[in-house]
Nanobody
Framework: QVRLVESGGGLVQAGGSLRLSCAASGRTFNTYAMGWFRQAPGKEREFAGAISRSGSTTVYADSVKDRFTISRDNAKNTVYLQMNSLKPEDTAIFYC??????????????WGQGTQVTVSS
């Protein structure tokens, strides 16, 4: 099982940007699709986006489309989430996850511990 560690969260003003990173341990990183999820206070965890094993295909939730970009560097065993035009409603704990497929957002192979993103108005 792959171990995932997120970093890059913090406090940012509305309209600002942040880039989250998720570093994976092990040699099997490129056998997983990767996803980003988020959980806002008092709400259930929700899917934000995912990227295929090769990085050639990405999918996003409508709420983040055109603002968030997922990328990965298989040589560095790392997946990234670039977040632009942040809104206060983006405030959440962000989690990366190893997925069986970038189109299957429910079969989670492994979760990271999460990183807090807070967007002030």
């Amino acid at each position: 099982q792959v171990r995932l560690v997120e970093s890059g969260g913090g406090l940012v003003q509305a309209g600002g940007s942040l880039r989250l990173s998720c570093a994976a341990s092990g040699r099997t990183f490129n056998t997983y699709a990767m996803g980003w999820f988020r959980q806002a206070p008092g709400k259930e965890r929700e899917f934000a986006g995912a990227i295929s094993r090769s990085g050639s295909t990405t999918v996003y939730a409508d709420s983040v489309k055109d603002r968030f970009t997922i990328s990965r560097d298989n040589a560095k065993n790392t997946v990234y989430l670039q977040m632009n035009s942040l809104k206060p409603e983006d405030t959440a704990i962000f989690y990366c996850a190893a997925l069986r497929s970038y189109i299957d957002h429910e079969t989670i192979e492994s979760w990271g511990q999460g990183t807090q993103v807070t967007v002030s108005s």
